[in-house]
């Protein structure tokens, strides 16, 4: 008994139907990213970020942009995952339903008529039967039931398209077990990179304990599942975080699921995720910093570079030294190198330490410097440290490194060796009694022509003169100018950015002249005084009286105020 034309055509229909349906949700992702099967994350990972700011909706207004964007992002969703991708190499389909061939849909050859085996073949490696290579084959068999009501001309039951295409098992059975041939080679992952990255998921929990205040940059890219430019963002910012591999760390936060972390920051997220670098540029404290750019790596990171930690001195070498009494609880250390500006890998270091240590950097191009030969140093790059005793010494000359991360890395190394030994030395001089018959410790200097100009030259933004005639003088301004000098007041001022203040004693006896050039009579009168001395300007304050040490720190203070 014939199957009526109508029967047939709907039947057509529905196929065709389901046929473009299929088509269109498995285009070949490979194909969409041109990229070949075995294709690195990394290159999967450019190829998407090329095209996705080629054909993005927000700049592609032609015809057709946001169906190919579209196609472009679900290729990636594919091949990003690893599962995903296993499957559609399998299977054709991501979720592991085994389908109709792997995107190409152009080629299979439909043939009815009852149970028969039909061989499908397709283009980009599929082939029939007996193919070579890495190739993989299909032959299913759609069976049906020639015995009820004359068969079905279509070979299966249409009732159970859905079914069978969708839910997994072959259609009917398959004569050889449903595919033959060898896998594809196991996908690679950005394991396999040379300095793999990871883009950490971030909560309150870890944003309070690993990245708060800690002195280390991040980049955090803020997003929700309905914002769109996530993968773009995502890809440019692992490209830039592997880049600065050391100095930049990455994470993500979910808005979605981390509503209260984002609020607390300010940070709320619209139609597109956001980017920030977290950095501490411009304070003690660290800031989220926006980033507005282009969304290309190269962009990314001159932006990331210009926020990294400025917790360094810029100095000319060739007028340098270790200043005396600014912030002398802490070790200094200086860092010589070829660069005309700080060193990235200086300027994330100086982050990490920040509250621990006091930064400087010069750059060297000759090292047979007169203070270089001082300091031993025969090669740079090259550190140089002065512990909290005052001991200049040479951490390591001729620093070789490969890269930033090794770079960042011996650094590290070297200052908390640096950093423990200097704990050490606090430690002894803690437990160390004092005994009342050693003579007091002569922290302030004692200035003469050979010394001037390290410890009251120009350099210098302030000078505290204590002037003495008699050697009890001397004792007493001695001992009130070291207390002084340790003082939270003067300790508390940013040395960075050129606030320091310099400490001396003077014979007036023997200086005469020297005090005659602020005064024509020399301060005869005065048995001991207290001179401020600002050198860049040439200008100067005297107190007269009774030098208590209330009264020296009032006078301190003032010409602290006064002058800056």
């Given at each position: 008994?014939?199957?009526?034309?109508?029967?047939l055509?709907?039947?057509?229909?529905?196929?065709?139907?389901?046929?473009?349906?299929?088509?269109?949700?498995t285009?070949?992702?490979?194909?969409?990213l041109?990229?070949?099967?075995?294709a690195s994350?990394?290159?999967i990972?450019?190829?998407?970020?090329?095209?996705?700011?080629?054909?993005?909706?927000?700049k592609?207004?032609?015809k057709?942009a946001?169906?190919?964007?579209?196609?472009?992002?679900?290729?990636h969703?594919?091949?990003?995952?690893?599962?995903?991708?296993?499957?559609y190499?399998?299977?054709?389909?991501?979720?592991g339903?085994?389908?109709?061939?792997?995107?190409?849909?152009?080629?299979?050859?439909?043939?009815?008529?009852?149970?028969?085996?039909?061989?499908?073949s397709?283009?980009?490696?599929?082939?029939?039967?007996?193919?070579?290579?890495?190739?993989?084959?299909?032959?299913?068999?759609?069976?049906?039931?020639?015995?009820?009501?004359?068969g079905?001309p279509?070979?299966?039951?249409?009732?159970?398209?859905?079914?069978?295409?969708?839910?997994?098992?072959?259609?009917?059975g398959?004569?050889h077990?449903?595919f033959?041939?060898?896998?594809r080679?196991?996908a690679r992952t950005?394991s396999?990179?040379?300095?793999?990255?990871?883009?950490?998921e971030?909560?309150?929990?870890?944003?309070?304990?690993?990245?708060?205040?800690?002195?280390?940059t991040?980049?955090l890219?803020?997003?929700t599942?309905?914002?769109?430019?996530q993968f773009?963002?995502?890809?440019?910012l692992?490209?830039?975080?592997?880049?600065?591999?050391?100095?930049?760390?990455a994470g993500?936060?979910?808005?979605?699921?981390e509503?209260?972390l984002?609020k607390k920051?300010?940070?709320?997220?619209?139609?597109?995720?956001?980017?920030?670098?977290?950095?501490?540029?411009t304070?003690?404290?660290?800031?989220?910093?926006?980033y507005?750019?282009?969304?290309?790596?190269?962009?990314?990171?001159?932006f990331c570079?210009?926020h990294?930690?400025?917790?360094?001195r810029?100095?000319?070498?060739?007028q340098?030294?270790?200043?005396?009494?600014?912030?002398?609880?802490?070790?200094?250390?200086?860092?010589?190198?070829?660069?005309?500006?700080?060193?990235?890998?200086?300027?994330?270091?100086?982050?990490?330490f920040?509250?621990?240590?006091?930064?400087?950097d010069?750059?060297v191009?000759?090292?047979?410097?007169?203070?270089?030969?001082r300091?031993?140093?025969?090669?740079v790059?090259?550190l140089i440290?002065?512990?909290?005793?005052?001991e200049?010494?040479?951490l390591?000359?001729?620093?070789?490194v490969?890269?930033?991360?090794?770079?960042?890395?011996?650094?590290?190394?070297l200052?908390?060796?640096?950093?423990?030994k200097?704990?050490?030395?606090?430690?002894e001089?803690?437990k160390?009694p004092a005994?009342?018959?050693?003579?007091?410790?002569?922290?302030i200097?004692?200035l003469?022509a050979?010394?001037?100009?390290?410890?009251?030259?120009?350099?210098?933004?302030?000078?505290?003169i204590?002037?003495?005639?008699?050697?009890?003088?001397?004792?007493?301004?001695?001992?009130?100018?070291s207390?002084?000098?340790?003082?939270?007041?003067?300790?508390?001022?940013?040395?960075?950015?050129?606030?320091?203040?310099?400490?001396?004693?003077?014979?007036?006896?023997?200086?005469?002249?020297?005090?005659?050039?602020?005064?024509?009579?020399?301060?005869?009168?005065?048995?001991?005084?207290?001179l401020?001395?600002?050198?860049?300007?040439g200008?100067?304050?005297?107190y007269?009286?009774?030098?208590?040490m209330e009264e020296a720190e009032?006078?301190v203070?003032?010409?602290?105020?006064?002058?800056?």
């Amino acid at each position: 008994m014939g199957i009526p034309i109508r029967s047939l055509l709907v039947a057509s229909l529905v196929l065709s139907s389901i046929a473009l349906h299929v088509a269109a949700k498995t285009l070949d992702p490979y194909k969409v990213l041109g990229v070949d099967k075995n294709a690195s994350q990394r290159d999967i990972k450019k190829a998407f970020h090329k095209l996705s700011l080629k054909y993005h909706p927000d700049k592609n207004k032609e015809k057709g942009a946001q169906q190919k964007f579209e196609e472009i992002n679900n290729a990636h969703e594919i091949l990003s995952d690893e599962e995903k991708r296993k499957n559609y190499d399998l299977y054709g389909d991501e979720k592991g339903n085994p389908g109709m061939g792997a995107g190409n849909f152009g080629s299979h050859d439909f043939t009815g008529g009852g149970p028969r085996t039909t061989y499908f073949s397709s283009g980009d490696g599929w082939q029939t039967m007996g193919g070579q290579g890495n190739s993989k084959t299909f032959s299913f068999s759609f069976g049906g039931n020639p015995g009820a009501g004359g068969g079905n001309p279509f070979g299966f039951d249409l009732g159970d398209v859905f079914s069978n295409m969708f839910a997994g098992g072959s259609m009917g059975g398959s004569q050889h077990g449903g595919f033959a041939g060898s896998g594809r080679p196991s996908a690679r992952t950005s394991s396999q990179h040379k300095n793999p990255v990871t883009i950490q998921e971030v909560t309150m929990q870890t944003f309070n304990k690993e990245i708060a205040d800690q002195g280390i940059t991040w980049l955090l890219l803020f997003y929700t599942q309905q914002a769109n430019g996530q993968f773009v963002l995502e890809s440019v910012l692992e490209d830039v975080a592997r880049s600065l591999d050391g100095a930049v760390r990455a994470g993500k936060v979910n808005c979605d699921n981390e509503k209260a972390l984002c609020k607390k920051n300010g940070v709320s997220v619209g139609k597109s995720a956001r980017l920030f670098i977290y950095s501490y540029s411009t304070a003690e404290k660290g800031s989220l910093h926006e980033y507005s750019g282009d969304s290309d790596a190269k962009s990314l990171k001159t932006f990331c570079q210009e926020h990294l930690p400025r917790f360094s001195r810029r100095v000319d070498i060739t007028q340098f030294n270790f200043p005396s009494n600014a912030l002398p609880n802490l070790p200094e250390v200086l860092l010589l190198s070829t660069k005309k500006d700080t060193p990235a890998m200086w300027r994330a270091v100086s982050g990490m330490f920040h509250s621990r240590l006091i930064f400087y950097d010069a750059e060297v191009q000759d090292v047979s410097l007169p203070l270089l030969k001082r300091f031993g140093v025969k090669n740079v790059p090259a550190l140089i440290g002065r512990t909290v005793n005052g001991e200049v010494q040479l951490l390591k000359d001729g620093i070789s490194v490969k890269d930033l991360r090794s770079g960042i890395k011996e650094l590290k190394t070297l200052l908390e060796s640096f950093e423990k030994k200097n704990k050490k030395l606090a430690s002894e001089q803690a437990k160390k009694p004092a005994k009342a018959s050693e003579p007091k410790e002569n922290k302030i200097p004692l200035l003469s022509a050979s010394n001037f100009e390290e410890t009251c030259g120009e350099k210098a933004p302030v000078c505290i003169i204590g002037v003495f005639k008699s050697n009890k003088a001397k004792e007493k301004l001695e001992s009130i100018l070291s207390e002084i000098s340790q003082k939270t007041l003067i300790r508390g001022q940013s040395y960075s950015s050129g606030n320091a203040i310099t400490y001396a004693l003077l014979d007036g006896n023997k200086q005469s002249a020297f005090l005659s050039s602020f005064d024509k009579s020399g301060y005869k009168s005065s048995d001991k005084l207290l001179l401020a001395y600002k050198p860049r300007r040439g200008r100067f304050a005297v107190y007269k009286g009774e030098v208590s040490m209330e009264e020296a720190e009032r006078f301190v203070v003032s010409i602290f105020l006064w002058l800056f």
